[in-house]
């Protein structure tokens, strides 16, 4: 039967049958044994499906993604060892040495260096483009051989809402996927697939976990681009694999073709998987996930309303607050709410931010975000402290930006703590 997604929390993906554990199993082997060589060789040519080798699959991770990935309304998912291995995998999957893609500049630091500087020593060409441009200013970045467009669905650390519709028409326009990250809206306040994306890519240490204990990513493919109609775009999917004796993905997998390949060949001979224990911890998560958002949108709101009031606070940006910049988008985008993140910004200057941050006493200093503790920090000494004055200018990113991280205690302590720190400026 069809069910609301609070449902699909709980019951997608691991559906024990007859007397087996309640609980997803951790198939916790590194090999899975078979009675016939025949059959071990046909799952090596991908004629068979199956298990042979954790480091390209797991039961147990696949469970796990199989249920996100009808979270996401998509066809298939993998699991990955981190958020990064996930989006760098995203855009390998589809580019090699000579291409060229696209990403809106306001992204997480580690994926703007990931897209700007690793993936350039590999000859792959990254444009970052101001997300807030025209179609018709987008355009003219667009080369013969770009493969893809790259964003957020809320910006990490501005807190920004990207506008969709407007995405996947630029990407479709060109014959190229939309891959967005989904991370900090989670599938519960945003299906990207819903707005045209194609490929939706999680930092599953985030609110999928949500308790700060594993680390992890995931890809979705919503099975939805036609690879085929654009195939002189796409050699890797489809023209043959001479490493699987000639496969051709897109034909032989049909809508699986793109996480088919994406297992076959990077998870292969890249090896980033996520460890059975920890797709064991993000499917706990996943059956809560519905509940923990919804009470991390409503702390938001009012620690944002609070900031707000203050004297001593510059300027808060939280696409739920009614004179946002966003409100607008995060009204049409994100109608149950955007997340528990928001930035803001005390006056005076970077040693007032810093002095304001080691005053609070429940928010904790830490690299991360969207768990169930309160955390902050200071992007532009800590996770974007290796982009230039300039890029952090393009991320639109300001010295004075404090990401702060609304968890899941009572608000408002929170905002008492907000207060004696501000108290003490």
């Known amino acids: ?41 046909a799952l090596f040519d991908l004629e068979e499906s199956g298990y042979f080798y954790t480091r390209l699959q797991n039961p147990t991770n696949d469970l796990a993604a199989s249920k996100l990935a009808a979270l996401e309304g998509g066809v298939a998912a993998m699991l990955t060892s981190s958020g990064q291995a996930a989006n760098f995998f995203a855009v390998f999957n589809i580019c090699e040495a000579g291409d060229h893609f696209i990403s809106s500049s306001s992204i997480y630091g580690g994926t703007y260096n990931l897209f700007g500087v690793t993936m350039a020593k590999l000859g792959i060409e990254c444009t970052f483009v101001d997300q807030e441009l025209s179609l018709e200013e987008l355009q003219k970045y667009v ?38 990250d989904n991370t900090f809206a989670t599938p519960i306040n945003c299906r990207p697939f819903e707005w045209g994306a194609d490929i939706v890519t999680h930092s599953t240490t985030k609110y999928i976990d949500g308790q700060g204990v594993s680390v992890g990513g995931a890809i979705v ?77 409503e702390n938001a709101l009012k620690v944002a309303k609070f900031l707000e009031s203050q004297d001593k606070v510059a300027w808060v940006h939280y696409a739920g607050l009614e004179n946002d910049d966003y409100y607008e988008l995060a009204q049409k985008y994100l109608k149950n709410g955007t997340c528990g993140v928001l930035c803001f910004a005390v006056k005076g200057n970077r040693d007032d931010a ?66 004696q720190a501000l108290d003490k400026m």
């Open 143 to 180: 080369k013969p051989n770009t493969k893809c467009v790259f964003g957020e669905t809320i910006t990490n650390p501005t807190c920004t809402i990207l506008d969709f519709e407007k995405f996947a028409t630029f990407a479709h326009n060109n014959g190229v996927p939309l891959i967005i």
């Open 354 to 419: 810093i002095r304001f941050m080691d005053s609070l006493e429940l928010a904790t200093i830490a690299t991360h975000v969207a768990d169930a503790r309160t955390c902050l920090l200071h992007p532009a000494s800590h996770t974007h402290r290796q982009l230039t004055d300039e890029q952090l200018e393009e991320a639109g990113i300001s010295p004075d930006l404090i990401r702060f991280s609304v968890g899941l205690e009572n608000a408002d302590d929170l905002i008492a703590d907000l207060q």
């Open 1 to 41: 039967m069809d069910t609301q997604i609070e449902t699909k929390c709980l019951h997608e993906g691991y559906q024990p049958k007859n007397g087996e554990a309640r609980q997803l199993p951790i198939y916790q082997s590194t090999t899975f044994a078979y009675d016939s060589s025949d059959f071990m060789g």
């Open 221 to 297: 493919d919503s099975g939805n681009f036609d690879w085929m109609a654009h195939k002189d775009k796409f050699p890797g999917l489809c023209t043959p694999d001479e490493s699987y004796h000639g496969i051709t993905y897109a034909e032989k997998f049909g809508k699986g073709a793109y996480i088919t390949k994406a297992t076959a060949q990077l998870m292969r001979d890249f090896g980033c998987i996520q460890s059975p224990q920890n797709a064991f911890y993000i499917n706990l998560g996943l059956e809560t996930l519905h509940v923990r958002m919804e009470r991390h949108c």
